[in-house]
């Protein structure tokens, strides 16, 4: 069994009107609660990891706010090294810091890999592309596809938080991908798409079609249907980012692609990093909190980064697969989770199930904390975030 049923937690929800009251929870610490995850994966990379680092990244959720001093190990000063580049259709940065057994050059070569191991996998798991293995099954949709093994992987990921959301994610949504167009893809003047035609499309959403045969690495998707794994690929490619880098004997570094984030390890002077969760109705770089982290990832949905507002509603890219039109439940969503992966498919679940139902599915998970902004603007912590998530202000109101 992979996981325990979710449980109703009790969660710490704080009203935005809050004034000194919720200062007050800001500086409080709280206590430390784990769930029980079991699900077995002996495939799945370890990317356990840690990380320090005064980041100045591309425009994202998650960022790192400070760096501390550079102390010394085993009489070496560590030497931090930064590296931006451009894959899956975001900004990637690593921020490592050197150690007694790896120097410069040898830090410089490993980054070098881990770029390279994100662009193989990107080009297997993009739904963008034809020739990829998603591509390829998209194309051929009604007949069986091989696959390889890392895509096999992701697709039995997805199929599993599938399930464990009662459909709140599915991959099989990408069948409206081209309904809904935000971001470089939107229109100068959006126009919502024709609800029969959404209704049309809705109808063939349903992961529970696809036909997946883990064994012989093959995957059949009902004819006119598609999948893709944008909400799941890029958590997965950044975890091989950090094994890569954990192989080449790093231990304190960044890997952060878009709003997708891993920390290995702490600060050069111990201390623990620190990053700040985006105000979704602030301006970019304004946060309503911050996170400690080490050795564990974060990923933030939100509705703020692609949208666009008609008649008063905002419309944005993360669609609940069970109505065709963008989930109301959430504002933001940032999950703290021990792998980039479960992050980065958790954060979409539980944005689109809201506040209660996706507590509890974060609670069933072993590790995993969730930080919700709910649709009128409340603040939720779960309860595994104890002492790691400070307050700072209410965050902004507005559509």
Excluded at 257 to 266: E, P, S
Excluded at 345 to 359: E, R
């Amino acid at each position: 069994m992979r996981h325990r049923m979710p449980k109703l937690v009790t969660a710490k929800c704080v009203p935005c009107s809050l004034r000194r009251g919720f200062m007050l929870l800001a500086t409080c610490s709280l206590a430390l609660m784990l769930g029980c995850r079991h699900k077995a994966h002996e495939s799945r990379p370890s990317t356990r990891a840690s990380d320090a680092v005064k980041s100045n990244v591309a425009p994202s959720s998650l960022v790192a706010l400070s760096s501390g001093s550079s102390g010394p190990e085993r009489d070496v000063t560590p030497s931090k090294v930064e590296r931006k580049d451009a894959a899956m259709g975001t900004s990637v940065q690593f921020i490592v810091y050197t150690n007694a057994q790896v120097n410069i050059a040898v830090a410089n070569a490993a980054i070098d890999s881990a770029i390279d191991e994100i662009r193989r996998l990107e080009a297997l798991l993009s739904e963008w592309r034809d020739d990829s293995d998603v591509g390829r099954v998209n194309q051929a949709s009604g007949d069986w596809v091989n696959v390889r093994p890392e895509t096999a992987e992701v697709i039995d990921e997805a199929l599993w938080i599938s399930r464990a959301s009662h459909g709140a994610f599915d991959i099989t949504f990408h069948t409206m991908g081209d309904l809904w167009k935000f971001g470089t893809a939107g229109d100068a003047a959006p126009q919502l798409p024709p609800r029969a035609e959404v209704d049309k499309r809705r109808a063939l959403v349903n992961y529970r079609r696809i036909e997946f045969d883990r064994v012989k690495g093959r995957v059949r998707v009902p004819k006119g249907r598609k999948i893709g794994l944008g909400g799941i690929a890029k958590g997965y490619i950044v975890d091989r980012a950090v094994a890569t880098l954990k192989r080449a004997g790093l231990r304190s570094f960044l890997v952060q692609a878009g709003g997708d984030l891993y920390g290995a390890g702490h600060k050069p002077d111990g201390s623990h990093w620190v990053t700040g969760i985006q105000d979704p109705r602030g301006p970019e770089g304004s946060y309503f909190a911050t996170v400690e982290l080490e050795d564990h990832a974060f990923s933030t949905a939100g509705d703020y980064a692609r949208s666009y507002v008609i008649n008063s509603r905002r419309y944005h890219h993360i669609i609940d697969p069970r109505t065709g039109y963008p989930a109301t439940a959430s504002r933001s969503v940032t999950v703290y989770a021990p792998d980039a992966l479960t992050a980065d498919m958790i954060d979409d679940a539980v944005f689109i199930m809201g506040p209660d139902k996706g507590l509890a599915l974060a609670d069933s998970l072993e590790g995993v904390g969730v930080v919700i902004v709910d649709a009128h603007n409340k603040v939720w912590l779960s309860p595994q975030l104890a002492g790691k998530v400070t307050l700072l202000k209410p965050p902004t109101d507005g559509i």
